[in-house]
């Protein structure tokens, strides 16, 4: 197999590596020369991450030698492809048994994320999700969320328990000072009105995520 593309067609795109696919989406040969030398620059610069590199932006990639406004762009489209197709399955997730099936349904919309956004979950008695909405998009470290419009929300749609749902670019998930007092906030004001806050979970980067249930905070 003289190419990557030959590799590709005979094995399938599943069989490269990370440098190979970088390769193949900026359309430079991967095993020497230049081409191995600008797909290796850009995993040194994401340390080897794909989720790093996922949430880099055009200007931080053209800062890599040889890469190009168009080869940045084109890097940005094959992410954004990828997000949204793992978004959409997503949306098969309507019952919720555990916070992992929250991170399932919510990960590939807040992920690569450069900024906080708080979304809430609207949940019927039996755990079925009635919709999901994006309460607040903020900073890079906080965002400002207002607990009465969680709570009309969940009114209008006569839903009876709630679950936060955030992401921390900083790639840490521990809950901060502010998540804790957000959440304070929106359980006492569900409580009102009979409804149950049943989790606020974090959402970092790095992989990792928190639940306020699972650390016994509500």
């Known amino acids: 197999m003289n190419t990557l593309s030959d590799k590709a067609l005979a094995r399938g795109v599943a069989s490269l590596s990370d440098e190979e696919l970088l390769s193949l989406l900026l359309g430079v040969e991967c095993g020497g020369g230049s081409g191995r030398d600008l797909s290796a620059a850009v995993l040194e610069a994401c340390r080897g991450s794909l989720a790093t590199l996922a949430s880099c932006d055009v200007s931080r990639l053209r800062m890599i030698a040889g890469m190009g406004l ?90 009876t328990q709630i679950i936060l749902v955030h992401n921390h670019p900083s790639g840490a998930a521990e809950a901060s000072e502010q998540d804790r007092h957000l959440t304070r906030r929106v359980a006492d004001a569900c409580r009102l009105f009979d409804i149950k806050l049943l989790d606020h979970i974090v959402i970092a980067r790095s992989g990792d995520s928190y639940s306020f249930r699972s650390h016994s905070l509500l």
């Not at 949940?123 to 909405?133: A, D, H, K, P």
Request: charged share 35%.
């Open 70 to 159: 168009r080869r940045a762009e084109r890097l940005k489209a094959a992410v954004e492809l990828g997000r949204r197709v793992a978004a959409e399955r997503s949306r098969d997730v309507v019952d919720i048994a555990s916070s992992d099936d929250v991170e399932r349904l919510m990960r590939p919309l807040v992920d690569a994320l450069p900024y906080e956004e708080c979304w809430a979950l609207y949940l019927t008695s039996s755990n079925r999700v009635i919709e999901r909405m994006r309460v607040s998009q903020g900073g890079v470290q906080a965002t400002v969320v207002d607990h009465r419009l969680i709570v009309k929300r969940a009114l209008e749609l006569l839903s």
